[in-house]
């Protein structure tokens, strides 16, 4: 009895280890690659079980969602979270649930039709391109699905495109899942997308990450740049965050404001890996300049107030403009 107990336990030691350890590392490998795919029909049970139906209301919580939004549900599988999220829209608001198996789509279709709803609508599209206009969306959540994504920085400026000007995203994550990204990493690709961090939720093991849509710089010097094709003039396109050439028409797209003449989607290899590790330090150039502009906070209390800001992190000049202090003592 004691050694089949061993043995048991034994078995699944190997089986959680093969699950959270050994599945997380081929994952990965298979995204370095570009060959992740969704997440078969087959295992959608593994999304949809009694457990996580019982965590609905509460990770939607974290989504937000208000009454009369236009919301996103983007990968939403067999529609575990969808007929609560159109109860939440209400009538006057409505959910747009787009996923690229038709049937996962097919099973949403079902439940809301069970529901009784009327204010859900199915698209079988893919995340790299949604088939949605610019601006229509006001809050779009996925939850357990950016890994999966073969493109997930095409996807997130997709979902940049199609939400609002103040949009929100939310990002949720859980451990167990295969795909799992860490915090810092969604929150560094998301961020590098134009979107900043407003909320948390949960914790290290499963978390939502609520991120505010934010407008897109235009590339500084943009007026000496020309076409590297063509070399005419390129304008600044906020809606695609990219340059296009007045003559050839190409689109270059721009990342964290810095204009990418070669297309990251074209990139492979090494050279894939390098652009990606330039977005990680562009990022964290940016997390410290935050931090360095922090200190204006104290010729702030002194009383004055920022006029200008020059330079960056490394060397920079603030202009402050001297105000009168109040003595605090009403007359
Ligand atoms: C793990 S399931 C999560 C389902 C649901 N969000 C949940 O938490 O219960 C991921 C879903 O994302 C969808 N998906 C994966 N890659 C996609 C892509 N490139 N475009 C659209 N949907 C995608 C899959 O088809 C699948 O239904
Ligand atoms: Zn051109």
Redesign the pocket.
């Known amino acids: 009895m004691r050694t089949f107990i061993k043995i048991l336990l034994a078995i699944s030691l190997i089986l959680a280890f093969f699950w959270l350890v050994v599945m997380k590392v081929i994952s990965r490998l298979a995204a370095a690659f570009g060959v992740s795919?969704?997440?078969p029909?087959e295992l959608?049970w593994?999304?949809?079980n009694p457990i996580?139906q019982n965590a609905i209301p509460r990770l939607l919580d974290r989504v937000g969602i208000r009454p009369g939004e236009r919301v996103l549900?983007?990968?939403?599988?067999?529609?575990?979270?969808t007929v609560e999220a159109a109860r939440r829209a209400g009538p006057g608001g409505r959910v747009v649930a787009?996923?690229?198996?038709p049937a996962?789509i097919a099973q949403v279709e079902a439940r809301v039709r069970q529901a009784g709803l009327t204010n859900v609508e199915t698209h079988v599209?893919?995340?790299?391109n949604l088939p949605l206009p610019a601006g229509s969306i006001d809050r779009a959540f996925?939850?357990?699905?950016l890994g999966?994504?073969?493109d997930p920085n095409r996807?997130l400026a997709e979902l940049h495109r199609v939400l609002a000007p103040d949009g929100v995203l939310s990002v949720?994550e859980a451990f167990l899942?295969p795909?799992y990204p860490f915090p810092v990493e969604t929150v560094r690709r998301v961020e590098v997308a134009g979107f900043q961090l407003i909320e948390r939720h949960g914790n290290f093991w499963e978390y939502a990450l609520n991120f505010r849509r934010v407008t897109h710089d235009a590339p500084a010097g943009l007026e000496i740049m020309a076409c590297p094709a063509c070399h005419a003039a390129l304008t600044w396109r906020e809606a695609e965050n990219a340059l296009r050439c007045t003559a050839c028409g190409t689109d270059y797209p721009v990342r964290q404001g810095i204009p990418h003449f070669v297309a990251p989607a074209t990139l492979t290899g090494l050279n894939r890996r390098f652009a990606s590790l330039y977005d990680w330090f562009s990022w964290f150039y940016r997390l410290f300049s935050k931090i360095a502009f922090a200190y204006i906070g104290m010729p702030e209390a002194a009383g004055f107030r920022l006029a200008e800001r020059h330079g960056n992190l490394w060397d920079y000049t603030l202009n402050f403009r001297r105000v009168r202090i109040d003595s605090g003592v009403t007359p």
């Open positions: 795919g969704p997440c029909y959608s593994l999304v949809d996580r549900e983007l990968g939403p599988g067999p529609g575990a979270f787009v996923d690229i198996q996962m599209a893919s995340a790299h996925l939850l357990t699905v999966e994504i073969p996807a949720g899942d795909d």
